[in-house]
């Protein structure tokens, strides 16, 4: 956790940050000004000085009475957008950095979040107090390794292009981060990993507690996701049965990210390719499947083959014979039912369903024709 | 003297295209029920053509339709290529009308190509009716209108022909 002493004159800007940016792994803290900030000083231990003011001569006096009292903590000034003079100036009265405003909100986050990297010291060869292939170790195990007393810092998982942390404070697994996904579910995924690498760094800026689960009750979390990915699996021939979408798949109906996977299946794809190529939940992923697979939206090379062939052949015939066939003959031919009858619902329409024809004056049709004829 | 009028209606991607066959067609819209446009046809001095024009079914909206199509001896599809509005035209008619659906088409050698194919079609797509790009209106609608007719009620063709042969004799 790093220490952030907020030096504001207005209390609004400390309250927007411990609203806004609580979840990240810092305590602000606020202060009046630099009197009441060095009274304090020795009080705590500050790793960074964050100094917010509209008035730029008052940032001024500010900074120059913590270079009389020779105060040597890291000093960031936020302030409506400086000159280049001002700046300069901020610069010789040894300020890190500078935020000038307006600051957007996700900005702002990204320039906190540094403040770890920051004024963490930089990396050195050999400081991983642990380092192994994911190949050969259990998630679970691996997890439960660090659950000791002593143990404070973050275990890295890499794969490939993938990146994911598990924080640990004190044995207690307490933040975990992997792309968007909550924290828990961060711990599920990364625990699942069989490919890749994990090395654990000892560090003393963990993150505030987010999982309030005890470790042996996130073990059995994780227990219960493998358990759950096992049935899923189970659903399907195997797992490494090639699966094709069905040729008669309407795209429109799916999602972007649906579309996109489906196109990737068109070739063909077992469902091991697409865990090593999906860097979300795959269990999540895994439930749609199977919805899918049971809905015959993807179907087992063989079955895809024999409707791939069959739809070849239909559409082998012209196309204005195809178009009539396939409105006209629907109910005259005795077309197998190949595929869940949900794909083409409006073709279902039974003959009672429609609107009934009135129309029954076939004399004066007649006579008309007659009269069109002469 | 007294008229006779024949309704029907031609089922359409979107109203105007009609304008790209007859330029010279008067189009009006009625007041109730809203947005429905139709074409009056003098035929024959005592016969007049009303034909509705229905583009709602692009949309999948059966509200004019409803209160049109079931009451017509046929309707007619108008289509100048052949692409997915007119499956999609097909389809809502299809799955909704049991009125007679004829389909309508210009004279087009491009067109005709691609329906070729249709020698074997079903038996309930005979053909389609083709009419004269050239044509003034009154004159292509009083032989679309004779095709229809002996579309649906092929008898009428075989008594005409009875008359024209009893005349001749």
Same mark, same amino acid.
């Given at each position: 956790?790093?220490?952030v002493?907020v030096?504001?004159?207005?209390?609004?800007?400390?309250?927007?940050?411990?609203?806004?940016?609580?979840?990240?792994?810092?305590?602000?803290?606020?202060?009046?000004?630099?009197?009441?900030?060095?009274?304090?000083?020795?009080?705590?231990?500050?790793?960074?000085?964050?100094?917010?003011?509209?008035?730029?001569?008052?940032?001024?006096?500010?900074?120059?009475?913590?270079?009389?009292?020779k105060?040597?903590?890291p000093?960031?000034?936020?302030?409506p957008?400086?000159?280049?003079?001002?700046?300069?100036?901020?610069?010789?009265?040894?300020?890190?950095?500078?935020?000038?405003?307006?600051?957007?909100?996700?900005?702002?986050?990204?320039?906190?979040?540094?403040?770890?990297?920051?004024?963490?010291?930089?990396d050195?060869?050999?400081e991983?107090?642990f380092?192994?292939?994911?190949?050969?170790?259990?998630?679970?195990?691996?997890?439960?390794?660090?659950?000791?007393?002593?143990?404070?810092?973050?275990?890295?998982?890499?794969?490939?292009?993938?990146?994911?942390?598990?924080?640990?404070?004190?044995?207690?697994?307490?933040?975990?981060?992997?792309?968007?996904?909550?924290p828990?579910?961060?711990v599920?995924?990364?625990?699942?990993?069989?490919?890749?690498?994990?090395?654990?760094?000892?560090?003393?800026y963990?993150?505030?507690?987010?999982?309030?689960?005890?470790?042996?009750?996130?073990?059995?979390?994780?227990?219960e996701?493998?358990?759950?990915?096992?049935?899923?699996?189970?659903?399907f021939?195997?797992?490494?049965t090639?699966?094709?979408?069905?040729p008669?798949?309407?795209?429109?109906?799916?999602?972007?990210?649906?579309?996109?996977?489906?196109?990737?299946?068109?070739?063909g794809?077992c469902?091991?390719?697409?865990?090593?190529?999906?860097?979300?939940?795959?269990?999540?992923?895994?439930?749609?499947?199977?919805?899918?697979?049971?809905?015959?939206?993807?179907?087992?090379?063989?079955?895809?083959?024999?409707?791939?062939?069959?739809?070849?052949?239909?559409?082998?015939?012209?196309a204005?014979?195809?178009?009539?066939?396939?409105?006209?003959?629907?109910?005259?031919?005795?077309?197998?039912?190949?595929?869940?009858?949900?794909?083409?619902?409006?073709?279902?329409?039974?003959?009672?369903?429609?609107?009934?024809?009135?129309?029954?004056?076939?004399?004066?049709?007649?006579?008309?024709?007659?009269?069109?004829?002469? | 003297?007294?008229?006779?009028?024949l309704?029907?209606?031609?089922?359409?991607?979107?109203?105007?295209?009609?304008?790209?066959?007859?330029?010279e067609?008067?189009?009006?819209?009625?007041l109730?029920?809203?947005?429905?446009r139709y074409?009056?046809?003098?035929?024959?001095?005592?016969?007049?053509?009303?034909?509705?024009?229905?583009?709602?079914?692009?949309?999948?909206d059966?509200?004019? %339709?409803?209160? *049109?199509?079931?009451? +017509? /001896?046929?309707?007619?599809?108008?289509? $100048?290529?052949?692409?997915? !509005?007119?499956?999609?035209?097909?389809?809502?008619?299809?799955?909704?009308?049991?009125?007679?659906?004829?389909?309508?088409?210009?004279?087009?050698?491009?067109?005709?190509?691609?329906?070729?194919?249709?020698a074997?079609?079903?038996?309930?797509?005979?053909?389609?009716?083709?009419?004269?790009?050239?044509?003034i209106?009154?004159v292509?609608?009083?032989?679309?209108? %004779?095709?229809? *007719?002996?579309?649906? +009620? /092929?008898?009428?063709?075989?008594?005409? $022909?009875?008359?024209?042969? !009893?005349?001749v004799?």
């Amino acid at each position: 956790m790093i220490n952030v002493a907020v030096v504001s004159e207005e209390k609004s800007f400390f309250d927007l940050l411990i609203t806004h940016y609580n979840r990240l792994p810092l305590y602000f803290h606020w202060f009046k000004d630099t009197d009441s900030f060095t009274e304090q000083l020795k009080l705590e231990q500050w790793h960074v000085l964050l100094m917010i003011n509209r008035d730029f001569d008052r940032l001024h006096d500010w900074l120059v009475k913590l270079s009389e009292n020779k105060v040597e903590i890291p000093i960031v000034c936020s302030t409506p957008i400086p000159t280049t003079d001002d700046r300069q100036l901020l610069w010789q009265l040894g300020v890190r950095e500078i935020i000038p405003w307006p600051v957007h909100r996700q900005e702002l986050e990204f320039i906190l979040k540094s403040f770890h990297e920051f004024l963490a010291p930089p990396d050195e060869e050999g400081e991983y107090l642990f380092q192994g292939s994911l190949e050969f170790i259990n998630g679970i195990d691996l997890l439960r390794m660090f659950g000791k007393k002593s143990c404070d810092g973050i275990l890295h998982f890499q794969w490939a292009e993938r990146k994911g942390r598990v924080e640990f404070k004190e044995g207690q697994i307490v933040h975990a981060s992997y792309r968007q996904m909550d924290p828990l579910t961060s711990v599920l995924v990364l625990s699942s990993w069989n490919h890749g690498f994990a090395f654990f760094k000892p560090d003393q800026y963990v993150s505030r507690r987010s999982i309030m689960l005890a470790n042996e009750q996130i073990f059995s979390e994780c227990r219960e996701y493998f358990k759950e990915r096992e049935s899923l699996l189970k659903l399907f021939p195997s797992v490494y049965t090639p699966l094709y979408p069905h040729p008669d798949l309407n795209y429109e109906d799916f999602g972007h990210s649906e579309r996109q996977l489906l196109h990737q299946m068109r070739k063909g794809k077992c469902l091991e390719e697409i865990k090593n190529t999906y860097e979300g939940d795959f269990n999540f992923l895994l439930k749609k499947l199977t919805t899918w697979f049971e809905k015959h939206y993807i179907l087992p090379e063989k079955q895809y083959q024999s409707i791939k062939a069959e739809k070849e052949k239909e559409d082998s015939a012209p196309a204005f014979r195809r178009l009539v066939q396939k409105i006209f003959n629907r109910k005259e031919s005795s077309v197998e039912e190949t595929f869940s009858s949900d794909f083409e619902p409006e073709l279902q329409a039974e003959e009672e369903s429609r609107k009934e024809y009135f129309f029954n004056q076939k004399e004066l049709l007649e006579k008309i024709n007659r009269r069109l004829e002469e | 003297m007294n008229k006779t009028i024949l309704e029907t209606a031609i089922i359409l991607k979107e109203w105007s295209l009609i304008l790209n066959e007859w330029q010279e067609l008067r189009i009006s819209e009625t007041l109730f029920p809203p947005h429905l446009r139709y074409v009056e046809l003098n035929v024959k001095d005592d016969i007049t053509v009303m034909v509705y024009l229905l583009d709602s079914l692009m949309k999948s909206d059966f509200n004019l %339709a409803d209160k *049109i199509i079931p009451y +017509i /001896p046929f309707s007619y599809l108008y289509f $100048a290529e052949l692409d997915v !509005n007119v499956e999609r035209l097909m389809k809502n008619y299809v799955n909704r009308y049991q009125t007679p659906l004829l389909f309508l088409a210009p004279e087009d050698d491009k067109l005709k190509e691609k329906i070729d194919a249709n020698a074997n079609l079903s038996s309930k797509l005979s053909d389609v009716i083709f009419f004269k790009r050239n044509d003034i209106p009154e004159v292509a609608w009083k032989s679309i209108i %004779a095709k229809g *007719i002996q579309r649906i +009620i /092929p008898e009428a063709v075989e008594s005409n $022909a009875g008359n024209q042969n !009893n005349n001749v004799a």
